[in-house]
């Protein structure tokens, strides 16, 4: 297997950072873990790689119709996305989820827990607080799954 490159953003809220645009350039595939904001943004990241997108809480019109959780597998893994981590509505572990995807709280996180990686890209939209603005690369391989979160300058 070659290595698959996943680009993966959150809470754009309307905004498509050029950089973000920059950043995820060469990847597979592109996760958008809710609160996407504008259509729009789908269509230019999909201009790029392929796209799946859970809805966010703050995403409404044409963007309710996103699903509330998506599951994606790229060689053998499992990856399961969720907008607000505390809607998973199944055990990682006993549905063989090799990364839970989630957005929401704007602060990027990168954990294992239970052999599990749960990663939150952070946000790449308007920025909240003091927060940084941030997104995620994964790289699926034969040796496994290597997470990176990449601060932009926002």
Same mark, same amino acid.
């Given at each position: 297997?070659? =290595?698959?490159?996943?680009? #993966? ?13 920059? +950043? ?12 996407? $904001?504008?259509? =729009? /943004?789908?269509?230019? &990241?999909?201009? /790029?790689?392929?796209? +799946? ?8 019109? =044409? &963007?309710?119709? &996103? ?10 893994? &499992? ?47 308007? +920025?909240?607080?003091?927060?940084? #603005? ?6 699926? $391989? ?7 979160? /990449?601060?932009?300058? $926002?």
């Amino acid at each position: 297997m070659t =290595a698959v490159r996943v680009g #993966v953003i959150s809470d754009t809220h309307g905004l498509l950072r050029p950089e973000v645009l920059s +950043r995820l350039s060469g990847s597979d595939l592109i996760l958008h873990a809710g609160d996407v $904001g504008d259509p =729009a /943004i789908l269509d230019a &990241l999909r201009a /790029i790689a392929p796209v +799946r997108a859970v809805h966010g809480n703050t995403d409404g019109g =044409a &963007l309710r119709d &996103l699903p509330a959780t998506e599951a994606v597998e790229i060689g053998g893994h &499992l990856l399961y996305m969720v907008h607000i981590p505390g809607d998973l509505d199944l055990d990682p572990v006993s549905a063989g989820v090799s990364v839970v995807i989630h957005g929401h709280t704007h602060r990027s996180r990168i954990d294992r827990v239970g052999g599990v990686l749960y990663l939150n890209p952070g946000s790449v939209g308007p +920025r909240r607080f003091d927060l940084p #603005v941030t997104m995620a690369v994964l790289t699926i $391989g034969p040796d496994g799954i290597e997470s990176e979160i /990449i601060e932009l300058e $926002g």
